[in-house]
C-alpha cells in the first residue's frame, strides 16, 4: 500500500522523516483500516463498531458469554466483590505457531512496542499512560499460548480495552529500537552461555530436543539476525490471527456496563482465522543417557534427573491434577529420605513440565549438592523414584488431596489467577466450568488413577536422562 504524507503548520521535515518507518510500520500491517485512523487526546485509537453487539449466553451462575463475528469468545464472570477488574486475552499457539526462524524475533517482541509506544503514543508515552491511569498490563507469549493480562481499576475498564485494541491494531516498529533490543538480548544469551550454568542448561536442552523445536535454545547469532521485517512478521502471526482467541473479564459490574467497550474495543480486532498450531513436540532422535560437565567454577555440584515418556496420553485437568498429587508426593519421600534417613542437607525439587494437550510426560528432579555428595545424591533419588512405582500409602494420597484443596482455595480468592487459569481451560477446549468444577475432581481421583499415572510417568515406557555438573578437573 501506498500513503501519501502532507506536513502541519508546525511540523517540520526532519520529524516527518523521524516518524516515517513508525507510520509505515502502522500501514503495512494488514488487516488495519487505515485510510480513516483516527486518535483521541490519548493517543489511543477511536473506534466505533458498525454492528450491534451479537446476544450473548446467559448461565445459571449469571455468568455471560459472546461469541464475536471475529471468534473471540468473552466470557464475564461478576463473582467477585472488588473494585478493580482482572481480564485476560489469550490466543492458542504462542511460540509453537512460528516458524523456527521467528523465534529470536518474538522474544524481543513486546520489550520493542513498549519502547516504541502504540497509536499516537512513544514508548515513554505509552508507560505514562497506562501509569495514570493504573492499567497493569502484561503482555506474554509462551510456548503454547500468547496474550495480555490486565488489571485495572473498574472506572477505568472502558479505557482498559481501548488500549488493548490499539496495541494489536497499531503497534509501532521504531527501527532504533529493534537494533538496541536485538543487541541487548544477544549479549544477555551471549553471557549465559559463557557461564558453568548456561553451559549446562544448554546441554540438557540440546539433548532433549531437536534443533528444529520450539524448545532448542536461541543463541547471540539468532538474535543477530533479526530484522524489522521478521519482528513485524511475529507479531502478525501471533496477534493478528484467531486461534480460538478468548477474554475472560472478572469484574463486580453489570453487563450492560460492558457490552459497549466490548463491541467497539474487542468486536472490532483485526483477526484473520488461523490454523491450530500442533502440540507435537520434536525431541532429539539421539540423547545422551548421562552428560556430566566437569566446568564449574565452584567447587560446589548440581544434579538433575529428567524422565520423558514420549508417547504418553494427552495432558488435560484431571491429569494435570494427579500430576500435582504426584508433585506433593514425591517431594515429600525425597526430603525424608534424603535429609532425614541419609542425614543430607539437601531437599532435591521436583515438578512437572507438560502443557495442555500435549502428549509427553516430562518430569525434572535437581539439586545443588556438594561435589563429594553427588554420588549419594543420585542414588538417593533413584532410590525414592523406585520406592514410589512401587507404592503410595492412603494416608500420602489423602495429605496431597488436602494439600491442593488448599492450593485452589488460594487460587480462587484471587481473580487474576481464577481469570488466567479459566481463559487458558476455555482456549484448550476443557470448558468454562473446569476451576469450579477442580474440588469435586480433588476428591474423585482414586489410588488407581495416581499409581497408573506413576507408571506412565517413571516406567518402563519412559527415560531417564541424568546430568551432572561438576567442578573444572
Known amino acids: 500500500m501506498e500513503c501519501s504524507l502532507g506536513i502541519g503548520a508546525?511540523?517540520?521535515?526532519?520529524?516527518?522523516?523521524?516518524?516515517?518507518?513508525?507510520?509505515?510500520?502502522?500501514?503495512?500491517?494488514?488487516?488495519?483500516?487505515?485510510?480513516?485512523?483516527?486518535?483521541?487526546?490519548?493517543g489511543l485509537a477511536e473506534v466505533k463498531s458498525s454492528k450491534s453487539l451479537p446476544s450473548s449466553t446467559?448461565?445459571?451462575?449469571?455468568?455471560?458469554?459472546?461469541?464475536?463475528?471475529?471468534g473471540i469468545e468473552v466470557l464475564l464472570d461478576q463473582d467477585v466483590k472488588s473494585d478493580?477488574?482482572?481480564?485476560?486475552?489469550?490466543?492458542?499457539?504462542?511460540?509453537?505457531?512460528?516458524?523456527?526462524?521467528?523465534?529470536?524475533?518474538a522474544a524481543i517482541l513486546l520489550p520493542v512496542i513498549a519502547r516504541s509506544g502504540v497509536g499516537n503514543f512513544d514508548g515513554s508515552q505509552m508507560k505514562a499512560?497506562?501509569?495514570?491511569?493504573a492499567i497493569d498490563t502484561q503482555g506474554f507469549i509462551n510456548s503454547t499460548e500468547h496474550g495480555f493480562s490486565i488489571t485495572v481499576p473498574r472506572e477505568n475498564l472502558d479505557q482498559a480495552l481501548q488500549y488493548l485494541h490499539t496495541f494489536i491494531a497499531y503497534p509501532k516498529f521504531d527501527l532504533k529500537q529493534v537494533e538496541v533490543i536485538k543487541r541487548e538480548f544477544s549479549d544477555q544469551a551471549l553471557t549465559h552461555l559463557k557461564s558453568p550454568l548456561g553451559q549446562w542448561y544448554d546441554a540438557m536442552a540440546t539433548n532433549t530436543y531437536a534443533s528444529s523445536s520450539t524448545y532448542f535454545p536461541i543463541y547471540a547469532q539468532d538474535f543477530n539476525k533479526v530484522t524489522m521485517d521478521k519482528v513485524q512478521q511475529a507479531f502478525e502471526h501471533l496477534f493478528r490471527q484467531s486461534r480460538n482467541n478468548k477474554l475472560v473479564v472478572i469484574a463486580d459490574i453489570k453487563s450492560a456496563d460492558i457490552v459497549d467497550s466490548i463491541n467497539n474495543y474487542v468486536a472490532t480486532l483485526p483477526l484473520q482465522e488461523a490454523n491450530l498450531a500442533s502440540h507435537q513436540i520434536d525431541f532429539n532422535p539421539r540423547p545422551d543417557a548421562r552428560i556430566n560437565l566437569a566446568i564449574n567454577n565452584e567447587q560446589k555440584g548440581g544434579f538433575v534427573l529428567r524422565t520423558l515418556n514420549k508417547q504418553a496420553r494427552a495432558q488435560n485437568p484431571r491429569l494435570d491434577i494427579v500430576d500435582q498429587m504426584i508433585e506433593h508426593i514425591l517431594e515429600n519421600r525425597l526430603h525424608s529420605y534424603v535429609r532425614e534417613e541419609m542425614s543430607l542437607d539437601y531437599s532435591p525439587v521436583s515438578y512437572p513440565n507438560m502443557g495442555f494437550n500435549q502428549t509427553v510426560t516430562d518430569w525434572v528432579i535437581e539439586s545443588?549438592?556438594?561435589?563429594?555428595?553427588?554420588?549419594?545424591?543420585?542414588?538417593?533419588?533413584?532410590?525414592?523414584?523406585?520406592?514410589?512405582?512401587?507404592?503410595?500409602?492412603e494416608s500420602e494420597l489423602q495429605s496431597a488431596k488436602?494439600?491442593?484443596?488448599?492450593?485452589?482455595?488460594?487460587?480462587?480468592?484471587?481473580?487474576?489467577?481464577?481469570?488466567?487459569?479459566?481463559?487458558?481451560?476455555?482456549?484448550?477446549?476443557?470448558?468454562?466450568?473446569?476451576?469450579?468444577?477442580?474440588?469435586g475432581i480433588i476428591a474423585d481421583i482414586s489410588m488407581s488413577e495416581?499409581?497408573?499415572?506413576?507408571?506412565?510417568?517413571?516406567?518402563?515406557?519412559?527415560?531417564?536422562?541424568?546430568?551432572?555438573?561438576?567442578p573444572l578437573d
Open 84 to 105: 478493580l477488574v482482572d481480564l485476560v486475552y489469550m490466543s492458542q499457539g504462542g511460540l509453537t505457531s512460528l516458524d523456527r526462524e521467528l523465534l529470536p524475533a
Open 368 to 393: 545443588q549438592v556438594a561435589v563429594q555428595d553427588l554420588p549419594q545424591v543420585e542414588k538417593a533419588v533413584s532410590h525414592v523414584i523406585n520406592d514410589l512405582r512401587a507404592s503410595i500409602t
Open 402 to 439: 488436602k494439600q491442593l484443596s488448599t492450593k485452589l482455595e488460594d487460587i480462587t480468592d484471587n481473580a487474576d489467577s481464577t481469570a488466567w487459569l479459566r481463559a487458558l481451560y476455555m482456549l484448550n477446549d476443557f470448558g468454562k466450568s473446569v476451576l469450579a468444577d477442580a474440588k
Open 129 to 133: 499512560f497506562t501509569r495514570k491511569n
Open 58 to 70: 446467559v448461565f445459571v451462575n449469571g455468568e455471560e458469554l459472546w461469541t464475536l463475528d471475529n
Open 10 to 42: 508546525s511540523e517540520s521535515i526532519e520529524h516527518i522523516e523521524q516518524a516515517l518507518p513508525e507510520w509505515k510500520s502502522m500501514y503495512r500491517m494488514t488487516g488495519v483500516v487505515n485510510n480513516q485512523i483516527s486518535f483521541d487526546v490519548n
Open 450 to 470: 495416581v499409581r497408573e499415572r506413576i507408571n506412565e510417568s517413571f516406567g518402563e515406557s519412559s527415560d531417564s536422562y541424568v546430568y551432572i555438573l561438576s
